[in-house]
């Protein structure tokens, strides 16, 4: 499966706990974005890398939330100190770096603060 | 006023029906346009580009029109399988790059 890859599918965590999550992009794309959906709403950027460069942020990533993308492939994206409010399906998409190219979605990472 | 606003729905159809869902955009910058379609608990999947000469794949026809900064989504024939959440997305460039930005999503329910 040559798709976006997200790892994990589910995390349960108490608040206050760190979590990471992981994010494989297709290969041959260069441009990379988080996304954070709750029920009922689409999905809200995050943050966006070119390569290994960390372009854009959101105002929704507060100071707890950092992004990185060190080689320009795999990307991570931690929460620190988590919130229940952190409840939410985290999406990864990736596309290549032409404008107006679609974006392609993993499956997502489920996290479920306790 | 949301950059991208969707009729959250949900339209509920008889199967066969033809179904329409239009979406308006705030920022007339905007360039590139996209339909997702997005099943419970799934990630979006793309379902077509949206052109101003309009575009049709299968049962599928996406329109896009300009001047009213609104965006359509046409399925004929509907089936069970049609029933999904359709989000409706538009890309602008800002400094950084392009900026997708999604509607809420509306949400078909395909009926027998």
């Known amino acids: 499966d040559t798709g976006v890859s997200q790892d994990p599918r589910h995390k349960i965590t108490k608040r206050g706990q760190n979590v990471t999550f992981r994010c494989d992009p297709i290969?041959?794309?260069?441009?990379l974005y988080w996304y954070r959906q709750t029920l009922g709403q689409g999905p809200e950027f995050l943050t966006y890398f070119q390569n290994e460069a960390q372009l854009e942020k959101s105002r929704l990533l507060s100071d707890r939330f950092s992004a990185e993308r060190p080689k320009g492939s795999f990307s991570t994206l931690e929460i620190q100190r988590t919130e229940q409010g952190d409840s939410a399906m985290y999406l990864c998409a990736s596309s290549l770096g032409t404008v107006g190219q679609p974006q392609h979605f993993g499956d997502g990472t489920r996290l479920s603060i306790l | 006023r949301k950059e991208v606003e969707q009729d959250p729905g949900p339209f509920n159809v008889p199967e066969g029906a033809t179904v329409a869902f239009n979406c308006t955009y705030s920022?007339?910058?905007?360039?590139?346009f996209f339909w997702y379609r997005q099943d419970c608990r799934k990630e979006p999947k793309l379902l077509m580009s949206?052109?101003?000469s309009g575009n049709e794949d299968g049962r599928f026809t996406a329109q896009l029109n300009r001047a009213s900064q609104y965006i359509s989504l046409l399925i004929r024939d509907s089936k069970l399988s049609d029933s999904a959440t359709y989000l409706c997305v538009v890309i602008h460039l800002t400094g950084g790059g392009n900026k997708l930005t999604f509607g809420t999503g509306t949400q078909l329910k395909v009926e027998l």
């Open positions: 290969s041959e794309h260069n441009r």
């Open positions: 920022n007339s910058a905007s360039q590139s």
């Open positions: 949206v052109y101003s």
